[in-house]
């Protein structure tokens, strides 16, 4: 059976709606959910609920009774029955998956760690003082930065084990000086039972982790339960409840995103080999959901992508579940030339960007928008997403039109600082005054005034 990815074909008038459609699709939504979900819905809760409505609930009852929902929840929706004793990893856990991991393994986390800490060292912020003086009239200006003190990060565990996840969070967090870091990762196999999660845990010194996922596992972060200290920062990936849960919870904590289906764009020229870009388009789509969408000005290049997905597609192991993706979120756009495709690809905002052409530089100046750009045909997304540097936690679904990737300085809180001598505020007295008349504020100027009332 062929595969049914679509083309869309910019020289036509049907271009310009599909390509709409295409964007709403990978809009950021909350509220679609498949029939068997309603069902479960139905069963956990007796009506059915839409997720947004699910979410609501989940932080409510977390919010009111802590620990006995969050448990309760644990239950119910991961066929955990965890107590208070049982919900967080202890220490001996936590070193025996150390002693049981594989030792390249470890070598490995800690090469990528090493590559994590030197790009985010590089660009982490440094406090910025200004002094203005003249005789012994002397204005300090500062701002000053210092790390939070207590971050969650949410790490999936549904259907595979990421422990690529786990660097991308806490090791820019560690860079930028956070000191606690509480880990919450789904009671399963591939979560809080996995080994060698535990002992990257373990390796990267991270001591806090509890086996709750999901929804309730950021009301927990976000609140605080019996047994977990809340946080002032929430990151890190999840199902389409985690994403709306830290969208509920914003205000009480920060968050990073509220993250959608991981996605990539391909931009390709005449130089591109349609087996790399059929690899670059898959590997998005089989994080199921997920979304590739190649954009290309080559018009002998969409069939011979076409034919290369169909080939990899069947011999890949989630091959099934990438195609699915491909066919429902996923095109083969072919652009009238390298400036259209350039703006097709900026107007798209999407996660992943990936330029493959003979000088990617040159399209690179045209792109304003994508949370990640990997230059040339020897970048694909994958050294993102597991060994570069700069962290995999990225702006989806549009977003990255204003939003940026998760670094070291989204763990900083930043505070300015200003000091006044007596002659410094003298002389600038009068500025004052004049505002605060124009505004009314009759106390602001009594503040300076009563400063100065002895000169």
Same mark, same amino acid.
């Given at each position: ?7 869309? *074909? ?419 007295? *009068? ?25």
């Amino acid at each position: 059976m062929p595969l049914n990815i679509p083309e869309i *074909d910019c020289r036509t008038d049907s271009a310009e709606p599909l390509f709409a459609a295409l964007r709403e699709k990978l809009s950021p939504r909350g509220d679609i959910v498949s029939e068997s979900g309603r069902q479960r819905t139905i069963e956990l809760f007796g009506q059915p609920l839409t997720p947004q409505q699910v979410v609501e609930k989940i932080c409510g009852d977390i919010r009111e009774t802590g620990l006995e929902a969050l448990l309760d929840y644990t239950r119910k929706l991961d066929g955990a029955d965890l107590t208070a004793e049982t919900v967080r990893v202890t220490p001996e856990e936590l070193e025996q998956a150390h002693q049981a991991a594989a030792p390249e393994y470890l070598a490995t986390i800690r090469q990528i760690r090493d590559n994590i800490v030197e790009f985010q060292r590089a660009i982490l912020t440094e406090d910025v003082k200004i002094v203005r003086q003249e005789g012994p009239a002397k204005v300090e200006l500062r701002q000053r930065y210092l790390p939070l003190r207590r971050v969650g990060i949410c790490i999936p565990g549904g259907a595979a084990a990421y422990p690529s996840s786990l660097l991308m969070t806490a090791v820019p967090a560690q860079t930028a000086g956070v000191k606690e870091i509480a880990v919450v990762v789904p009671p399963t196999k591939y979560g809080g039972y996995n080994v060698d999660l535990l002992a990257a845990c373990r390796e990267l010194g991270v001591t806090e982790v509890y086996r709750v996922g999901g929804a309730q596992a950021v009301a927990a972060l976000a609140y605080g339960v019996e047994g977990i200290e809340r946080v002032d920062k929430i990151v890190g990936p999840g199902n389409l409840f985690v994403a709306l849960a830290k969208r509920h919870v914003f205000g009480e904590v920060d968050i990073d995103s509220i993250a959608g289906p991981s996605e990539v764009v391909v931009l390709a020229d005449e130089t591109a080999r349609a087996d790399f870009v059929a690899a670059d388009l898959i590997s998005q789509a089989e994080h199921s959901p997920g979304s590739g969408v190649l954009i290309t000005w080559n018009p002998d290049l969409i069939p011979a992508v076409r034919q290369a997905l169909e080939e990899q597609c069947a011999r890949l192991e989630r091959g099934d579940l990438a195609r699915q993706c491909l066919e429902e979120y996923g095109a083969l756009i072919l652009a009238r030339d390298a400036d259209e495709a350039a703006r097709l690809a900026d107007s798209m905002a999407s996660e992943h960007l990936h330029i493959s052409a003979a000088d990617p530089h040159a399209l690179l100046a045209k792109i304003q928008n994508a949370g990640a750009i990997f230059l040339g045909h020897y970048t694909p997304v994958a050294m993102g997403d597991y060994v570069a540097g700069p962290s995999h936690v990225l702006p989806t679904g549009g977003t990255a039109r204003f939003a940026n990737g998760l670094c070291a300085n989204d763990f900083l809180k930043r505070s300015s600082v200003i000091g006044y001598s007596h002659e410094a505020l003298a002389q600038d007295a *009068d500025a004052v005054r004049l505002m605060a008349d124009k505004e009314g504020l009759t106390a602001h100027r009594a503040s300076v005034d009563i400063r100065l009332a002895d000169d």
